[in-house]
């Protein structure tokens, strides 16, 4: 039998190689995770800087809107705002003088001109900014009469500076602050107040808020737990210790593993032809839930069994050899040790269903209620809530970026805040409880 021996040569070689190997997968590895943290950095950035009011329009875009008012504006005799635009007045028929040929709107500034273009604009803005303030504060009123007779009286008193606050905020949803380089920095009233969470939407941004989202949010993934969490827990612990080791079995656990990683719209397909047709549950908070129990079903049930494999056998065996019964083992032993590994599976499957859309729109999820699912009937305990409609946070969000007016931006931003907080107290309450439990196991 010849023996294959390395010289010291190719031994050498081979360790180099391996070393080069890691090193590279260190730096890629590095590269990979330096540029999600950056991403998830900017991404968060973006949200709280929108939430707080804050956007950037692109300067042509604004130079445009403002070319066309001022145009129009210098072409009635008799307009109001005219001597408000004196001087963008004078810069824009300079401009016009000088292109002949060209259409106003095509026309592109040169630095000198747009330098003072902007100068001049920036002259205008602190009446505007003072009238999207008031406008804003005007907002705040509850009561509708009201507020409808201050809008009025507001826009009746200042019809010049409407004008031209109305053709700023179509590309600006309010205040215009300054111009930095190539862009002017937008700021709107910031929605991360109590009043943002207490009022339900509306056609008005200012008067829009998240609490029917809120509200529809939690009671969903109060019904997915419930749902979800004992099933996946009990299907772990059969499948791991009573089941038989077969064919049967095997085949359950390959479709189980390869559930988990399913698109989640498949689960919204099943959803709307199993609960919501064959079942007739509807449209309901009910029909929500199970469709997200069985999303995040596969992953619990994973989860469960890989905690429960990772008890020592030594365990088990101890429990049995003082006389327990095999139920008595995996409930005063087996769960309590392994309710670590448990709660980290549920994290991660409410973390992942509190924040899906896809398979809620099938199902029929509302993208606008302005009323709560809760009963206001005696004794306020009532089960009824299951069967009314719904919308959650991340629909919310859907509904407003898709939304012309810019205002809605913001909110879809300070919704984003809404729901990482939401997600934020569900996983730290979940921590905490897998913490505590750990800390009492005494091996």
Not at 57 to 80: F, M
Not at 137 to 157: H, N, P, T, W
Not at 352 to 379: H, M, N, Q, V, W
Request: glycine share 6%.
């Amino acid at each position: 039998m010849k023996v294959s021996v390395l010289s010291l040569q190719e031994l050498r070689r081979n360790i180099k190689q391996r070393q080069v190997a890691d090193q590279v997968f260190m730096v890629f590895a590095l590269f990979c995770l330096l540029t999600g943290l950056v991403v998830l950095i900017a991404l968060v950035f973006q949200m709280f800087f929108g939430a707080l009011g804050y956007s950037f329009t692109e300067t042509a875009e604004l130079e445009r809107s403002v070319i066309g008012l001022v145009t129009q504006v210098d072409e009635q005799a008799d307009s109001p705002a005219k001597s408000q635009l004196a001087e963008l007045i004078q810069v824009v028929r300079e401009v016009k003088s000088q292109r002949t040929g060209e259409a106003l709107l095509e026309i592109k500034f040169t630095d000198q001109e747009r330098q003072r273009f902007n100068e001049a604009l920036l002259k205008v803005l602190p009446p505007v900014n003072d009238f999207a303030q008031k406008q804003s504060e005007a907002g705040f009123i509850d009561d509708d009469k009201e507020r409808e007779r201050v809008l009025q009286e507001l826009d009746a008193s200042s019809p010049a500076i409407k004008q031209i606050y109305d053709t700023t905020r179509q590309v600006c949803a309010g205040r215009i602050e300054r111009f930095f380089t190539g862009a002017w920095l937008c700021i709107v009233p910031s929605k991360l107040t109590l009043r943002f969470l207490r009022l339900p939407p509306s056609a008005n941004h200012e008067q829009a808020g998240v609490l029917v989202a809120i509200a529809g949010t939690s009671l969903v993934i109060l019904v997915t737990s419930v749902l979800a969490i004992p099933i996946g827990i009990a299907a772990g612990v059969f499948l791991e210790e009573y089941a038989p080791k077969n064919w049967f079995t095997g085949l359950i656990e390959i479709n189980i593993t390869n559930l988990a990683g399913v698109p989640s719209i498949i689960y919204g397909l099943l959803a709307l032809g199993v609960f919501k047709y064959q079942l007739a549950f509807g449209e309901s908070i009910l029909t929500a839930g199970c469709t997200l129990g069985c999303l995040i079903l596969p992953v619990i049930i994973v989860t469960t069994r890989e905690a429960i494999r990772a008890i020592p056998v030594g365990i088990r065996e101890g429990a049995a050899a003082l006389g327990a019964s095999k139920w008595q083992v995996i409930w005063d032993h087996i769960l309590p040790y392994s309710i670590g590994g448990i709660l980290t599976g549920i994290i991660v499957g409410l973390s992942r269903a509190i924040g899906e859309t896809a398979p809620l729109i099938t199902i029929g999820a509302l993208t606008f209620i302005t009323f709560l699912p809760i009963s206001d009937d005696a004794p306020f305990l009532s089960l009824k809530w299951i069967w009314s409609p719904f919308t959650v946070m991340p629909i919310q969000m859907f509904d407003w970026v898709q939304r012309p007016d810019r205002g809605f931006q913001t909110n879809a931003s300070a919704a984003g805040v809404v729901l990482v907080v939401m997600t934020l107290l569900m996983n730290g309450a979940a921590i905490y409880i897998r913490a505590y439990s750990r800390s009492r196991i005494k091996w």
